[in-house]
């Protein structure tokens, strides 16, 4: 059965590890998915329209116009994919996206309306592992390492936004807790909530 499963967290949550583990998980029990990447499709039709960005840490300096504009586009793309699809499709996205003049939400009410999402899965961990993982990070990515403070406020400003969205939507709400070394034990509990709503 075919559904749209927006999944978002902070950067340094972990989603990345969670949603690994949950492939493995689903194709054990024969749940199809797929697993499309917002800001990797937004990379795409940016070079594909002459918009060079040399890397998704770039896109995020750009102005806000910019990525407004290429969310739209994704957004159009995304729904697209996930139509042709058949099974479940799992948007990996993030909830706020800081820029150079604050935080741009990830999932404005015009992408919700593009992608209506069947759930909204917001992937949480302890500000102390995603301050860790940003610092293990830094080596790979340009990321901004912010204090334990404003980690504590993206946490918070992110199930604000979360919460918007599934009102906006209409779509549910599931946090899943990702802690430190029990990426399987999250995955199990979103793959649950998946199974619920496909």
Request: charge should be negative; glycine fraction near 8%.
């Amino acid at each position: 059965m075919k559904a749209l499963v927006i999944v978002v967290g902070l950067p340094g949550v972990g989603k990345s590890t969670v949603l690994g583990e949950l492939e493995r998980e689903a194709s054990t029990q024969n749940v199809k998915i797929q697993i499309v990447n917002y800001g990797t499709v937004m990379m795409g039709l940016a070079e594909e329209s002459g918009r060079r960005v040399a890397h998704r840490d770039e896109m995020r300096k750009r102005s806000a116009a910019f990525q407004k504009e290429l969310q739209a586009e994704a957004a159009k793309r995304i729904a697209s994919m996930a139509e042709a699809f058949e099974g479940v499709t799992l948007v990996d996205t993030h909830m706020i996206v800081r820029t150079g003049v604050g935080y741009l939400p990830g999932l404005p009410s015009h992408v919700l309306s593009l992608l209506k999402p069947s759930l909204i899965a917001l992937i949480e961990a302890p500000a102390g592992d995603i301050l860790t993982r940003r610092l293990k990070d830094a080596e790979i990515r340009e990321r901004e390492t912010p204090t334990s403070e404003e980690v504590d406020f993206e946490i918070q400003l992110s199930r604000l936004m979360a919460a918007s969205c599934s009102t906006l939507s209409g779509a549910p709400l599931i946090v899943v807790e990702n802690l430190e070394g029990r990426a399987g034990e999250a995955a199990s509990k979103l793959l649950e909530a998946i199974k619920g709503v496909s």
